[in-house]
């Protein structure tokens, strides 16, 4: 437990804690004519009133199922023990082991207790998940879904994903995208506040670099941005930026920028989902950057990956959030169609695309789509330079439309 961030010995040592370890040997166990657990009741009894306790744990129930015999007995004194509790006005947790055809091993304790939560681990394509189901629940309303869980050295979360609704509020301030270029085709002022925008592409146009604008562009108002990299560590992320002409480190040190680097494989889907939600929780950003979401593909389907983008934007977006969101495309006919499952999950989407005109590879950015404001139609080429993006206006691009 103190790997998990709980101090039971201080607990203990204020008098606020008991822990007594019932030993049942069954080697040295003798069963004649009828007994009980007056001998359990008598234990307990001390140990609440020793600390004046409120909540008792049994962990687990079948240490008395393993080291006693007769289970018609057993399964009596159990209900007498539950309703001893009870009438004490005490809430009591009991833990125990899974059956082949039941909750339990003696399906017994599912049918007598208030609530049943079921846990379990199971792994999936080399991928491990621990996941949380409340079973029943009396006189309660309560989600019946499949939630995932982590353990950790913050001890247990939970994340109740499937409970997010579409009533989160709608706000009408805008932030900067980092280029004025870009916002002047956002309507002029940018990305609305708490929206989730989409930055999609072809390998080397630059995605990354768009993203890396909005990062500073946060950092430059005094807010807090987080970052997610799911392709390069930190200290790969401030080099190669740094080289485009971003100071990320004076970011980081002035505690408005941070960087949470994993690798997709390490956990599942819903285990990401958790993780990225509580890195959330503690660092508390105005503006959240996921780079690149496509290579969650490589732990779920995309039909997994829309149902966790989907909880992770509620989130986000029940928070007032902004979300940036990068992600690699095929070229050609694909470029708009590999994205279409999560593109309906955005409120702005803006592409990046390459064509090779006389042996030179020319990069073009377009919006297409940004709900609830006017955007410009049109491509813009755009150079990637030691300063960041350029995009290059209509007189210095030949090929301009809006020339």
């Given at each position: 437990?103190?790997?998990?961030?709980?101090?039971?010995?201080?607990?203990?040592?204020?008098?606020?804690?008991?822990?007594?370890?019932?030993?049942?040997?069954?080697?040295?166990?003798?069963?004649?004519?009828?007994?009980?657990?007056?001998?359990?009741?008598?234990?307990?009894?001390?140990?609440?009133?020793?600390?004046?306790?409120?909540?008792?744990?049994?962990?687990?129930?079948?240490?008395?199922?393993?080291?006693?015999?007769?289970?018609?007995?057993?399964?009596?004194?159990?209900?007498?023990?539950?309703?001893?509790?009870?009438?004490?006005?005490?809430?009591?947790?009991?833990?125990?082991?899974?059956?082949?055809?039941?909750?339990?091993?003696?399906?017994?304790?599912?049918?007598?207790?208030?609530?049943?939560?079921?846990?379990?681990?199971?792994?999936?394509?080399?991928?491990?998940?621990?996941?949380?189901?409340?079973?029943?629940?009396?006189?309660?309303?309560?989600?019946?879904?499949?939630?995932?869980?982590?353990?950790?050295?913050?001890?247990?979360?939970?994340?109740?994903?499937?409970?997010l609704m579409l009533q989160h509020e709608a706000s009408s301030e805008r932030v900067s995208s980092g280029l004025e270029s870009l916002d002047a085709m956002l309507g002029g002022r940018g990305y609305y506040r708490g929206s989730s925008v989409l930055i999609s592409g072809t390998a080397g146009t630059g995605k990354t670099t768009l993203a890396a604008h909005f990062a500073e562009a946060v950092c430059q108002r005094a807010q807090r941005c987080l970052f997610f990299l799911f392709e390069e560590s930190?200290?790969?992320?401030?080099?190669?930026?740094?080289?485009?002409?971003?100071?990320?480190?004076?970011?980081?040190?002035?505690?408005?920028?941070?960087?949470?680097?994993?690798?997709?494989?390490?956990?599942?889907?819903?285990?990401?989902?958790?993780?990225?939600?509580?890195?959330?929780?503690?660092?508390?950003?105005?503006?959240?950057?996921?780079?690149?979401?496509?290579?969650?593909?490589?732990?779920?389907?995309?039909?997994?990956?829309?149902?966790?983008?989907?909880?992770?934007?509620?989130?986000?977006?029940?928070?007032?959030?902004?979300?940036?969101?990068?992600?690699?495309?095929?070229?050609?006919?694909?470029?708009?169609?590999?994205?279409?499952?999560?593109?309906?999950?955005?409120?702005?989407?803006?592409?990046?695309?390459?064509?090779?005109?006389?042996?030179?590879?020319?990069?073009?950015?377009?919006?297409?789509?940004?709900?609830?404001?006017?955007?410009?139609?049109?491509?813009?080429?755009?150079?990637?330079?030691?300063?960041?993006?350029?995009?290059?206006?209509?007189?210095?691009?030949?090929?301009?439309?809006?020339?």
């Open positions: 437990m103190v790997s998990l961030g709980f101090d039971l010995p201080g607990l203990i040592d204020q008098g606020r804690l008991v822990i007594d370890y019932v030993h049942i040997e069954r080697s040295e166990i003798e069963e004649t004519g009828e007994y009980d657990l007056e001998g359990l009741f008598v234990r307990l009894d001390h140990a609440v009133r020793t600390v004046g306790a409120k909540r008792v744990v049994l962990d687990t129930i079948e240490s008395l199922f393993g080291g006693l015999q007769n289970e018609t007995i057993l399964r009596a004194e159990l209900r007498r023990l539950l309703r001893w509790l009870r009438d004490r006005e005490l809430t009591v947790l009991i833990t125990g082991e899974r059956g082949e055809s039941t909750l339990t091993r003696h399906g017994l304790e599912e049918y007598v207790t208030d609530a049943v939560i079921q846990i379990d681990h199971r792994v999936y394509e080399q991928i491990s998940t621990r996941r949380l189901r409340v079973v029943k629940y009396r006189g309660s309303y309560h989600g019946t879904n499949e939630y995932p869980f982590l353990i950790d050295a913050a001890g247990l979360s939970v994340l109740p994903v499937t409970s930190p200290q790969q992320m401030v080099r190669n930026m740094g080289s485009a002409g971003f100071d990320f480190v004076r970011c980081t040190e002035a505690g408005l920028l941070r960087f949470h680097a994993d690798r997709p494989t390490r956990y599942g889907l819903e285990t990401h989902l958790v993780v990225m939600y509580r890195a959330i929780e503690q660092f508390r950003p105005d503006c959240v950057v996921i780079d690149p979401m496509s290579n969650l593909l490589t732990v779920g389907t995309q039909i997994d990956v829309r149902a966790m983008l989907t909880r992770l934007i509620d989130f986000l977006k029940s928070r007032n959030i902004t979300a940036l969101f990068t992600s690699l495309t095929r070229g050609g006919v694909e470029l708009e169609t590999t994205t279409a499952m999560i593109s309906s999950l955005m409120d702005t989407w803006v592409l990046m695309t390459t064509e090779e005109v006389d042996r030179t590879r020319h990069r073009w950015l377009y919006v297409l789509k940004s709900r609830g404001m006017a955007h410009s139609d049109h491509m813009r080429e755009f150079r990637l330079t030691d300063r960041g993006i350029d995009i290059l206006s209509p007189k210095q691009a030949p090929n301009d439309p809006d020339k």
